[in-house]
């Protein structure tokens, strides 16, 4: 029985390692992802067969990286190809033609930071932080955050996702919320961040908040701003409920494009929500949605947006 436990969990890992060269293989399809939460939702040993196979994806870069150089023919890294052989080396095709669009198929995979972090939220969870200065984290869905405090500052490293942080004031040492290469900085305030992949948006609720991306910029409240690689943006006036309706188990939208509603609803349901079709991605939608009835959720902005649902199974729901 051992033997055969062993036997299954090994085809398992190589299940997994096949599912992150598919979707880091660049052919992969909105399908692609929807098969894969399938999948990872069998068991609790598909789910770690999956965890592994990430953390080995992420891992062979410095094991190999000494020996990685430029095919001129292809013009690629064998690097890449290194690694897909490792973990596992399949043909890659696609499973479906592009018609369906509107998921981040990478969304799925996690980065190592988000893998390792102290403090992880799944979808659909949500996680209240109380830290020892007495400070409080409330941590959106699909968060990944560590918290590192010293004599000199009380430091928050954001891998991924959204907390909302209630500053308690400390002088002496300030507390700044890192994430993407920026820093936010504040002594006593309430302010919201989130990270999507390198992209951060900053939001500040009670009080004051300096926002560093190569340059800075002050925050107060019911001002946003948003950074990357390219660094910060323009400042700009928001309404705190359209970034803070999580907290009381709210989406709040006002004339928002339907594509950038079903990646929002993405984020915090199982499963998937697809657009069969890009000519419906503009189509607006505003409401006030229940994330404890998401399923009703979705079937009120098919509705909106004059689509009727498909439901079909893993949670999979195509708008049409």
């Known amino acids: 029985m051992a033997e055969r436990c062993q036997a299954d969990d090994e085809a398992l890992r190589k299940e997994a390692r096949r599912w992150i060269v598919r979707l880091t293989s660049g052919a992969a399809t909105d399908a692609d992802a929807w098969r894969l939460s399938l999948w990872r939702n069998q068991s609790p040993r598909h789910e770690a067969a999956y965890v592994e196979a990430i953390r080995l994806w992420h891992q062979l870069p410095r094991a190999a990286a000494r020996h990685a150089t430029i095919d001129e023919a292809q013009h690629q890294p064998r690097l890449i190809r290194r690694r897909r052989a490792i973990l596992g080396g399949v043909g890659l095709a696609a499973a479906v033609s592009g018609l369906v669009v509107g998921a981040d198929r990478l969304a799925v995979i996690p980065t190592l930071g988000e893998l390792n972090a102290q403090y992880r939220t799944g979808t659909g969870d949500r996680r209240r932080l109380v830290l020892e200065d007495g400070s409080v984290v409330e941590m959106n869905t699909r968060t990944s955050l560590s918290v590192r405090y010293d004599g000199s500052e009380r430091r928050v490293e954001l891998a991924g996702g959204e907390a909302l942080f209630t500053v308690m004031p400390r002088s002496a040492r300030p507390f700044i919320v890192a994430a993407a290469g920026g820093e936010t900085r504040a002594v006593g305030t309430v302010f919201d961040v989130r990270r999507d992949a390198e992209a951060v948006c900053v939001t500040c609720l009670e009080g004051r908040v300096r926002v560093q991306r190569f340059e800075e910029i002050e925050l107060q409240a019911a001002q946003q701003v948003s950074y990357s690689s390219d660094g910060l943006g323009r ?82 729901v195509i708008l049409r």
């Open 235 to 316: 400042s700009r006036s928001i309404d705190a409920d359209l970034v803070t309706g999580w907290r009381q188990g709210v989406l709040v939208f006002r004339d928002e494009p339907l594509s950038r509603v079903v990646a929002e609803l993405n984020r915090y349901r199982p499963g998937l929500v697809l657009l069969a079709g890009a000519d419906k991605a503009g189509r607006r939608v505003s409401g006030v949605f229940h994330l404890d009835r998401l399923d009703e959720v979705v079937t009120q902005i098919a509705r909106t947006a004059g689509l009727r649902p498909l439901s079909l199974p893993g949670q999979l």
